[in-house]
């Protein structure tokens, strides 16, 4: 069957296209754009005149390991969700299960970092779930620095997950921030080797922490020119918070000089992780000039009230999920930050989505829409409605041809050296995976708030993955799960 989606403002970011035009979709693939194309017998035809018909969204940021979660994401006009930054172990497991389980959007995942570590430090094994590694990240067995044996036998674990599949290498660093920095140059070394990216959460920055081993962005910077390495900054709106300008203006020159970093950014104002994170204790929330009240439980509401209270949860439950707040969206020096962020040369949106989680302690639900009372961060379900709101309908900072640079294209390219798949996507032209997102340009915005966070977003019409329909007339479609995986192809 195919599908003809007529008369519809068409946006390519491979080759600059913006215009009206008409797109033929067969078994998976765009085969066709232009005006006056003619559906056959037996075809679908859609009048999308009026709508923005792009390349669906590719976030590289996802932890998001769910049919739940992904039906937010495609409301969202996600098309492929990937988990890079922290990554699961071991790899097979992970593309099984979400094989398993069925995915309405493409998936994949790169080599965990930190649970190579925490498997040679402390002795845990990996599970390829996200809940065992958010409570492993409160673990300070695997947060020390290792021995030159301890680095090899964890440094083959990664090599060896990169083999199978991974696409690339998930680094925790801002979660051990005192280890050693002659072990990410030896991962990023061993990266560059296999030709896989590293995507990085990165360790403090010297204004938060001046005894930090080396400045988290000027590390990253460092390690990509003497290496070579791709390398990928995870985040950089809540780890720079309040030093955004001089992080990114040194990011730039380390780039003018050569360094093959990419940045991607969110437009919140507040992240989320796991409770016991290194960065959450009252020392280092002092030192970002944050407090315990900077922090709310994720899935209580609780807004912790002292340094007593902090250490106490920490202790309990060191995998509860929480809500950071490192910038004050109603403050328009603080917005202006956040979109210095987003509106950095070629920065890319990610969202760092959380599974939703629910009281009686489930994070999967395959009903639609989602039962009430579930809790994760409202970028989960907002990321890119926000931010096409924001830098597109409100502020004019970004054309939309420019918007479906920042969302599809640049984050395939960051995957084109390790992951041959990822060269049909991004695009919309002949021979481009139908991965499709056809959005109202009027009409997008994010509905999602930190109180009443799995609000879906508003104004994705349609949403193609593989040619399959996911969202029609902006309502899911639950009997879709044409999800494939996306993986690597070791050299």
Not at 383 to 389: C, G, P, S
Request: charged share 20%; hydrophobic share 40%.
């Amino acid at each position: 069957m195919r599908t003809l989606l007529r008369g519809g403002r068409v946006i390519d970011p491979a080759t600059g296209f913006d215009g009206t035009a008409d797109v033929l979709v067969s078994d998976g693939v765009v085969t066709a754009v232009g005006e006056g194309l003619t559906a056959g017998p037996g075809d679908v035809e859609i009048d999308v005149s009026g709508l923005v018909v792009g390349p669906g969204f590719i976030d590289l940021h996802s932890h998001v390991h769910t049919i739940a979660g992904q039906r937010l994401q495609a409301m969202d006009g996600v098309t492929t969700a990937l988990d890079l930054e922290a990554g699961l172990m071991p790899i097979e497991r992970a593309y099984a299960e979400a094989a398993a389980a069925g995915r309405p959007l493409h998936y994949g995942f790169s080599a965990s970092w930190g649970a190579a570590r925490a498997q040679v430090l402390a002795g845990i094994e990996p599970d390829a779930n996200i809940d065992s590694g958010l409570a492993v990240l409160g673990n300070p067995a695997w947060q020390r620095s290792s021995s030159p044996k301890e680095m090899a036998a964890w440094l083959s674990l990664v090599d060896g997950e990169l083999a199978a599949g991974a696409l690339g290498v998930g680094v925790l660093l801002g979660y051990a921030p005192d280890t050693d920095p002659g072990e990410f140059l030896a991962l990023a070394r061993l990266a560059k080797e296999a030709g896989a990216p590293t995507y990085t959460h990165v360790r403090e920055l010297v204004e938060v922490n001046p005894e930090t081993p080396i400045d988290g962005s000027a590390e990253i910077a460092i390690v990509a020119a003497e290496t070579g390495a791709a390398m990928h900054h995870c985040h950089v709106n809540s780890t720079s918070g309040h030093q955004i300008e001089r992080v990114l203006a040194a990011l730039e020159t380390g780039r003018a000089a050569g360094s093959r970093v990419t940045v991607e950014a969110y437009p919140y104002g507040a992240g989320s992780t796991g409770i016991g994170a290194a960065f959450l204790s009252p020392e280092r929330l002092k030192m970002k000039g944050l407090t315990p009240s900077s922090v709310i439980m994720l899935e209580s509401g609780e807004r912790i009230a002292d340094a007593g209270r902090l250490l106490q949860v920490r202790a309990e439950d060191p995998g509860a999920p929480c809500i950071l707040e490192f910038l004050d969206e109603s403050s328009p020096h603080d917005l202006g930050l956040l979109q210095k962020a987003l509106a950095f040369p070629d920065a890319i949106v990610a969202s760092d989505a959380l599974p939703v989680y629910w009281k009686n302690g489930t994070s999967e639900s395959t009903e639609w829409p989602l039962p009430r009372g579930g809790a994760t961060h409202p970028r989960t379900a907002g990321t890119y409605a926000k931010t096409l709101r924001l830098m597109v309908r409100e502020s004019k900072a970004w054309t939309w041809l420019e918007a479906f640079r920042r969302c599809s294209y640049l984050p395939a390219r960051v995957l084109d050296e390790v992951a041959p798949g990822a060269l049909a996507k991004g695009r919309l032209g002949v021979g481009a995976d139908a991965d499709i997102v056809v959005l109202d340009p009027n009409a997008i915005t994010d509905a999602a708030t930190y109180f009443d966070s799995t609000r879906p977003s508003v104004g994705v019409r349609h949403l193609f993955v593989s040619g399959v329909p996911v969202v029609t007339d902006g309502n899911l479609r639950t009997d879709a799960f044409p999800g494939k995986p996306l993986r690597g192809e070791p050299r």
